[in-house]
């Protein structure tokens, strides 16, 4: 029987190499459903199928295939561009066989408009000069993302809003070869196998960008997210210098949280980045990919990016606590099992910071309690009352003058109180806390929005979009 997930190239490849069966493949293929982030030849070594040797042979196997599938698209393309790919010819390293039987599974081409646009990506070295212009015409109009869409202009998101960018590629095949100029062969390969990766693309020593290259309907985007050469200070983004304080721990965890775009990531880096100037010890970064870069200063740095480095969160992380490390960073907590390996190293002597997609310091809590089943909840309260130093949630509000964007922070020291609210599941009462705990560095988000409109520096119109209780702001 057919899996419903499509089976990766390189499984297909193992099982006509008669590494692995087709029950083995069924197998791991349904893992790599469980965890997505997971490689499919990850997970065939960790469940002993194959071996590191093995796998090695397979890498090697599967870049010949996709060399012979390019080499046959760049051919066939001009020529008869309607025509059915052809299965590959045989190459030194001869994967391809004869035919398959119809009980075996064959070993399709890739899609051949990205096989044909990586050829023409190599051999027309103006796409990623288009690439890199459009790039530093976003850096400098101050935008935080460009966005490369099929069938529509490009866009660049300026104070928190999109606006045309005149010059983008005009037409979905130009679109792709523009976009595909930011992949290597190795991460183009990995996006012809999943449909969609997440890499790091650097303009020089000007800028660097998160990318996420995804394919759909009309075609292959992209979505390029600037990313400063050097990580930022706390007075740079705008942020209270005594945010200072939560990396002066050295247990424990201090989360970043936030919806998406908010500038978590670089409320990470600043503190990573303080740690590394005020402290002598070794940290460890886990990041998918790896946005801002740590230069050692007086703290020795690792930054691992999952897909090239290793493959999963929680695969590194699990490493890292064999790594002798004071600190570590986590780029996200993506799932139970990355959730409960922190929470075990913040327990266990380290430093942990992470960030989460919540909106508040209490839903904060209530996500990583409620990440686990519910018969273990209580034990992880009492875990999470102990080993949690500090939870800081940001928004990224436009300016009155429009003249950017400004944060406005929750944050959450847990004390004592607190950490009983958290053990007696009474985290509703934090709500209290934060009113009444400015003396301690605490406040809540409602509280941080009715200061800037006070300052003149947000709109109240801009802040009650961002507020849980309006009536906070007044009218």
Known sequence: ?????????????????????????????????????ARIGDI???????????????VRAQKGVV??????????????????????????????????????????????????????RDETPRDSAALDRLLRDAVARGASDLHLHSGTPARVRVSGGLVELPGGPADPGENERVVLASLTADELGRFEDRGEIDVCYALGGEARFRVNVYRQQRGVDAVFRVIRPEPPTLAELGLPSELARYTNFH??????????????????????????????????TIEDPIEYVHP?????VNQRSVGPHTGSFSRALRASLREDPDVIVIGELRDLE???????????????????HTDNAIRTINRVVGAYPSDQQDQIRTMLSESLRAVICQRLVPRADGA???????????????????????????????QTGASQGMGLMDHALRDLVKSGVVAADEARRHCEDPRVLGR
Do not use: W, Y
């Open 1 to 37: 029987m057919p899996e419903a997930r499509p089976q990766p190239l390189m499984g297909r490849i193992a099982v006509q190499l008669k590494m692995i069966s087709m029950d083995q493949l069924a197998e791991a293929t349904r893992e790599q459903g469980r965890h997505p982030e």
């Open 44 to 58: 065939l070594v960790d469940k002993g199928f194959i071996s590191t040797a093995q796998l090695e042979q397979l």
């Open 67 to 120: 060399a012979r599938h390019r080499a046959k698209a760049r051919e066939a393309a001009p020529k008869t561009p309607a025509a059915t790919p052809q299965p590959p010819a045989p190459g030194p390293r001869a994967v391809a066989s004869p035919p398959d039987p119809p009980s075996a599974v064959p070993t399709p081409a890739p899609p051949a408009t990205a096989a044909a646009a990586s050829a023409r």
């Open 251 to 284: 247990q424990g965890m201090v989360l970043v949280a936030g919806p998406t775009g908010c500038g978590k990531s670089s409320t990470l880096a600043a503190l990573v980045n303080l740690i590394n100037e005020e402290r002598r010890e070794h940290i460890i």
């Open 296 to 300: 050692a200063k007086r703290c020795l």
């Open 338 to 356: 990355t959730i409960s390996l922190a929470l075990t190293a913040a327990e266990t002597g380290h430093l942990v910071l992470a960030t989460l």
């Open 404 to 434: 950017g964007r400004v944060p406005a922070l929750e944050t959450l020291s847990v004390t004592r109180a607190v950490g009983n609210l958290i053990r007696e599941n009474k985290t509703f009462q934090i709500h209290s806390v934060l």
